[in-house]
């Protein structure tokens, strides 16, 4: 009885432990806006060309980054698979809003509200 209760609990804490990695967004302090050809602060969408909330984000988030007055940048880990392993994306698409020098405002691994990003964008461009 104790040892069936001992695999379930540690069943459970594995599952629990995977499931909050998963969802945990990129830890990104930085990125090299030159590297993925961006001048200044930037709306930058990870994403793939099999991901179909990647297409439906990247229309609002060109009228974000319009909004907020940077750039936006879509890089495709198809043809960047080299970022994927720098930046530990494991999720598409990942959006990130970078400041100037690359400095990171703002990691999202899910289309966010379009005011948030907005407000982000803004603050990054300041």
């Known amino acids: ?3 069936r209760l ?12 995977a499931v ?7 830890s990104l302090r930085r990125l090299d806006l030159a ?5 200044g602060p930037a709306i930058v969408q990870f994403s793939t060309r099999s991901c179909a909330p990647c297409r439906t ?9 319009k909004a907020a007055g940077v750039a936006y940048a ?11 392993h720098r ?3 494991r999720t598409v698409p990942t959006i990130v809003v ?21 407000r982000a964008a803004t603050a990054a461009a300041r």
Do not use: K
């Open 6 to 17: 001992a695999i379930a609990l540690a069943v459970f804490a594995t599952v629990w432990l």
């Open 20 to 26: 909050r990695l998963w969802r945990r967004p990129p």
């Open 98 to 118: 970078a400041g100037r020098g690359g400095a990171v405002e703002g990691v999202w691994t899910a289309l966010p509200g379009n005011g948030e990003i907005v």
């Open 87 to 89: 930046y530990r994306i």
């Open 74 to 84: 879509q890089v495709s880990l198809d043809e960047r698979a080299d970022l994927a």
């Open 35 to 39: 590297d993925l050809g961006i001048e």
């Open 57 to 65: 984000a990247a229309p609002v988030l060109r009228e974000a980054a």
């Open 1 to 3: 009885m104790l040892l």
